[in-house]
């Protein structure tokens, strides 16, 4: 506790982590031996750096950089970078240590790791953007390599941002190492469907979820929070399966259009103006509600997908959910149900899809941009679009299947935990004690 002291998020994530195996270690005592345990929650490299940069009026700021890279037991290092003010390495390490076990679950060849900044975007023009990013690459990439560490996006992160740190990189190495970043845009060695892929292969997962139940998409009220990256696209992969979203939001508040939400709208406010969720309801007049500061877990649905940020679900809002007749929670951003949310929704017998395989179809396709940059090839929309389709039922049958071995039948988190830690810890018995 001493040696990760203040990190809660980080205690948290574990905590979640060996809750489920017990029953593992009981079958496999092998697992336990050589300080295997002890060796994946530590990482392997911690980096903690200064980034100066200089906004539009010729003010110095400095921020704080991370990259911790968790385990390269199964390929190089792979996880996003979170640009926002929440970020410190607690953060930083609890994202890492999920993503080691989400990668372990995809099957692809990929360790885990994350960073970030504690840089806050909102706000800041195109230019101030750009001089950050180059300053934050401009120490980060002595530690990347398409062999050794490959960052893509996350909170804050997007192709734009990708784009400047990929300029910065080529521009100091001298080398055009497409597969050193995921999250390109496609106009110089990004992948079709990775913008996509995170809030399609949440919608995928909890799909096959859905599907055990004899049950789907099709007339489902849904909410789903947040309004990023991965919310928007899980709202446009709701509806072509003719569910119905009612509900989004962002961190000034949510907005409730019982028609749908116009997606359209929706994404030329967010991604081209770069707007909030109150001017979307602004723009819609009396058919939209703009609640500023509410709990959008107050709103009735038959499914929630918590696309956001950390713990933003909690107890209260678990128990608001089932009394209102939740069947299904697909989580799509990474932690945000607390363990107490977590424990309702299993006890209520609510489907409850976990972050580390719900949303595993972003990383995936990071991991196809991977392969498509080794092979300088490109693959289309469909060809792709169908891997991740794939590699998502492939993530729900192995956590299904793991769950029902290790006699929890029907319960995903247990189910992940397992099948996810099985792969790495094979791995790191076959390297020895490193
Ligand atoms: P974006 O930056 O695109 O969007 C984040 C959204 O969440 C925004 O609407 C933002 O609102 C809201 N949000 C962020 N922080 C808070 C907060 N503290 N309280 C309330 N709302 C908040 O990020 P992404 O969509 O990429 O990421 C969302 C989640 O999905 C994260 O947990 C991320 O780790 C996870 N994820 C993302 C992947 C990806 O491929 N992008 C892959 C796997 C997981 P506001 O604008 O007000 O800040």
Known sequence: VRRNAGEDEFHQAVKEVFESLGAVIAKRPDYAEDGLIERICEPERQVIFRVPWTDDRGQVH?????????????GPYKGGLRFHPS????????????????????????GGAKGGSDFDPKGRSDAEIMRFCQSFMTELYRHLGEHTDVPAGDIGVGQREIGYMFGQYKRITNRYEAGVLTGKALAYGGSQVRTEATGYGSVFFVREMLRTRSADFDGKKVVVSGSGNVAIYTIEKIQELGGKVIACSDSDGYVVD??????????????RRRGR??????????TATYVPQGCIWDVPCDIAMPSATQNELNGRDARVLVENGVMAVGEGANMPCTPDAMRIFTDAGVLFGPAKAVNA????????????????????????????????????????ETAEEYGAPGN???????????????????????
């Not at 390495?89 to 076990?101: D, N, P, T």
């Not at 490109?378 to 060809?383: G, L, N, Y």
């Not at 397992?418 to 790191?428: C, D, K, L, P």
Request: charged share 20%; glycine share 10%; proline share 1%.
């Open 277 to 286: 969720v109150a001017d979307y309801a602004e723009a819609l007049g009396s």
């Open 258 to 271: 019982e028609g749908g939400i116009d997606l359209a709208l929706l994404k030329d406010i967010k991604e």
């Open 87 to 110: 970020v410190y390495l607690g953060i930083i390490k609890f994202l890492g240590f999920e993503q080691v076990f989400k990668n372990a679950l995809t099957g692809m060849p990929i």
């Open 62 to 74: 400095i921020n704080r950089g991370f990259r911790v890279e968790f385990s390269s037991a199964l």
């Open 361 to 400: 179809g972003g990383v995936a396709t990071s991991a196809l941009e991977m392969q498509q940059n080794a092979s300088r090839d490109s693959w289309t929309f469909e060809a792709t679009e169908e891997r991740l389709a794939s590699i998502m039922r492939g993530i729900h049958d192995r956590c299904s």
């Open 412 to 434: 995903y988190v247990v189910g992940a935990n397992i099948a996810g830690f099985i792969r790495v810890a094979e791995a790191m018995r076959a390297l020895g004690v490193i």
